[in-house]
Nanobody
C-alpha cells in the first residue's frame, strides 16, 4: 500500500514537500515514481527514482524545480516541489515499478502499485 501526504494549497512561487509512505511490503527494490493528473487531462509523468537512488528522471516541465528522493530505511519516497506554478495544480500520485529504465518509468502502465493521490493547488 502506498499513501501520499503533504499536498495542499500554496501560492505561486511557494514550495511543498510530498511524501509517499509504503506499507505491507518493502519497496526498496522497486523504482518509485510520481505522476499527476489535472482535471480533464491524462495522468502525466513527473519524476522517478531507481531503487538504488543513484538515478533520477524528471519531466521537462518540472526539471530544476522538483526533486525526488527516497529513504529505503523508512520505506518512503519524497517529492520536493519548489517555485510552484498554477499549472502544477493536480492530484499527485506515487507509484512503484519493477522496471528501472527511463523509457519505462515515464509510462503509467509500467507501475504495479499506486497510491490514492494527494491534491496540490497552486494559486496565482
Amino acid at each position: 500500500q502506498l499513501v501520499e501526504s503533504g499536498g495542499g494549497l500554496v501560492q505561486a512561487g511557494g514550495s511543498l514537500r510530498l511524501s509517499c509512505a509504503a506499507s505491507g511490503r518493502t519497496f526498496s527494490s522497486y523504482s518509485m515514481g510520481w505522476f499527476r493528473q489535472a482535471p480533464g487531462k491524462e495522468r502525466e509523468f513527473v519524476a522517478a527514482i531507481r531503487w538504488s537512488s543513484s538515478t533520477t528522471y524528471y519531466a521537462d516541465s518540472v526539471k530544476g524545480r522538483f526533486t525526488i528522493s527516497r529513504d529505503n530505511a523508512k520505506n518512503t519516497v519524497y517529492l520536493q516541489m519548489n517555485s510552484l506554478k498554477p499549472e502544477d495544480t493536480a492530484v499527485y500520485y506515487c507509484a512503484a515499478s519493477q522496471y528501472g529504465g527511463s523509457s519505462y518509468l515515464s509510462r503509467p502502465e509500467s507501475y504495479n502499485f499506486w497510491g490514492q493521490g494527494t491534491q496540490v493547488t497552486v494559486s496565482s
